[in-house]
C-alpha cells in the first residue's frame, strides 16, 4: 500500500531534501543556500509550483554541476520529487514547501540564477488575478531574487494565462530577449524544455493542448 498524506508530512520532516517551516535550516536558508545546503558555489536553478518536482529532477540528473529548488506549497507533492532525489542520491536537489508569495524570506537578492514555471494554476476569475504567477507583484519578487540577466522560463497549456503573461511583460520596462511560442513541440525551442515533462503537461498533451512556453530575462536592476 502506497504512503498516506500523513506518513507523506512525517517523510518530508525527517528527509533532508525539504526545507520547510518548523526545521532549523529554514531559518537560516536565506543567502545561505549554496554553503548551507548544496554546500558548492554552483548556479542555483528554481522551479516555482513544481507540483512532484519533475523539472527539479529532470534537471538536477542532466546538469550535475548546477543546484535545483523545487517550490510548492502541497507537502504531498514534492514527497515525490524528494523520495525520487533521495533515491537517486541527488545531492544537486532541494524542495522548498512554501508560498512562491514568501520566497524573499528564503531566497536573497540576487541569490538565483534561474527560474522555470511549470504549469502553474490559471486563475482564470478575474478576482484571483494577483494570484497569477505572472502578475506583476510575483514578477518583482522574481526580480528581486535573480541575478541579473537572470533567465525566467514559463510553461503552460493555458492560452488565456500565457496571452496575460505575454501582456504582462510588455508593460514592464526591464523585461529583455522575451522570446515565445504557442506550440512548444512544433517550434525551434523545442530543446530547450530538455524534453523534460511534467504530470499535468502529460495530461494535457493526452488530450491534445498545445503546450506555450516562453522565455525573458530581466535588465540589470538597482543594487548591483
Ligand atoms: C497545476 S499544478 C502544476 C504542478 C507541476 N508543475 C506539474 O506541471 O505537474 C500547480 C502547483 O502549484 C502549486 N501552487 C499554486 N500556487 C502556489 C503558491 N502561491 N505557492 C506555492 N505553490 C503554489 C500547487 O500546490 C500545485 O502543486
Redesign the pocket.
Known amino acids: 500500500m502506497g504512503r498516506s498524506k500523513l506518513d507523506k508530512f512525517k517523510d518530508n520532516e525527517l528527509s533532508r531534501y525539504v526545507v520547510q517551516p518548523g526545521k532549523k535550516i529554514f531559518e537560516q536558508i536565506k543567502g545561505n543556500w549554496r554553503n548551507l545546503y548544496f554546500k558548492n558555489e554552483n548556479d542555483l536553478v528554481l ?6 518536482g ?2 527539479t529532477i529532470g534537471l538536477a540528473r542532466a546538469f550535475p554541476d548546477r543546484n535545483f529548488i523545487g ?4 507537502g504531498p ?1 514534492i514527497w515525490r520529487g524528494m523520495k525520487t532525489a533521495e533515491e537517486e542520491k541527488l545531492i544537486n536537489t532541494g524542495f522548498l514547501r ?4 514568501n520566497l524573499e524570506a528564503c531566497f536573497d537578492d540576487n541569490e538565483v540564477d534561474e527560474i522555470w514555471i ?4 490559471p486563475r482564470p476569475k478575474g478576482r484571483d488575478e494577483r ?1 497569477r ?1 505572472t502578475h506583476p507583484r510575483f514578477l518583482d519578487i522574481y526580480r528581486n531574487i535573480l541575478k541579473p540577466g537572470g533567465q525566467v522560463r514559463l510553461k503552460t497549456d493555458n492560452h488565456d494565462l500565457f496571452e496575460y503573461s505575454l501582456e504582462v511583460l510588455s508593460s514592464e520596462g526591464d523585461v529583455l530577449d522575451l522570446v515565445f511560442t504557442r506550440d512548444l513541440y512544433n517550434s525551434k525551442y523545442l530543446a530547450e524544455h530538455y524534453g523534460i515533462q ?4 502529460k495530461r494535457y498533451l493526452e488530450e491534445g493542448t498545445e503546450i506555450k512556453y516562453l522565455k525573458f530575462r530581466f535588465n540589470a536592476h538597482d543594487g548591483i
Not at 98 to 101: A, F, L
Not at 118 to 121: A, R
Not at 198 to 201: A, L, P, Q, S
Request: one cysteine or more; a negative charge; glycine letters at 8%.
Open positions: 522551479e516555482l509550483a513544481c507540483g512532484r519533475e523539472y517550490v510548492d506549497i502541497k507533492r512554501g508560498h512562491i508569495q511549470t504549469f502553474p494554476d494570484r504567477l511534467t504530470n499535468y503537461e
